[in-house]
């Protein structure tokens, strides 16, 4: 399976999301792929943090891609690994195309703010775009960062709902400091300590829907 974690807007979480699910995925499967897309390199950067934090131990394999080679690149390896995981660019790029070129599966988080929200149309007319060339695409949207208290969550989770070319997960990370403390160990959200009990159940079920989506196509 090839997921590509994506969007055109930054800072919605593609890298915490990206890097969490290759350190989930390794430990359920046995050889995963993190390719960084993005040039602001951060799942890179993630991966030289959890290189000291584990001392070389990585779980996955990382590497970095630009333009064209995301797609050409992907496709020669894709045989030699069980899952591949794209982390991409805030931004419509030659890279994030090529990634959803040969994905299987599209994310694409959502920060509940207007601005981040209304994207909604641009990645929906992205992906229209590019199934032409990938008809089997499934995409899919879900709220990252959400808020403790007030409307935005339900808000903004209404205004995915009523996208039709992105199937709304309703799963909601919330903004949770943890995740951040954990990323600049090179940890997931399931190692660090004290545990996050919440923020972990959060995300397990989010990896729990990626899985199942998983079995469904196979
Ligand atoms: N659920 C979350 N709760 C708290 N902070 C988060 C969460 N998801 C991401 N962040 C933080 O938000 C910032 C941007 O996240 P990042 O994953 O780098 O976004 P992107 O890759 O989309 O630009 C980072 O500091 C990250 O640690
Ligand atoms: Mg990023």
Known sequence: MIYVIGGIKGGSGKSTISTNLAVLMARKFKDILLIDADDQQTASDFTVFRSETMKDNLDYTSIQLSDRTVRDQTIKLRSKYDHIIIDTGGRDTTSQRAAISIADIYLVPFVPRSFDIWTIEKVSTLIEEMKIINPKLKSFSFINKADFSGQDNSEAANLLKENKTLEFID????????????????????????????????????????????????
């Open 171 to 218: 799963i909601f990370i919330g903004n949770r400091k943890s995740f951040p403390n954990a990323s600049s160990k090179g940890l997931a959200i399931t190692e660090i300590k004290p545990k996050d009990v919440k923020a972990i159940q959060e995300f397990n079920a989010l990896f729990n829907f990626l899985i199942n989506i998983n079995l469904d196509l196979n």
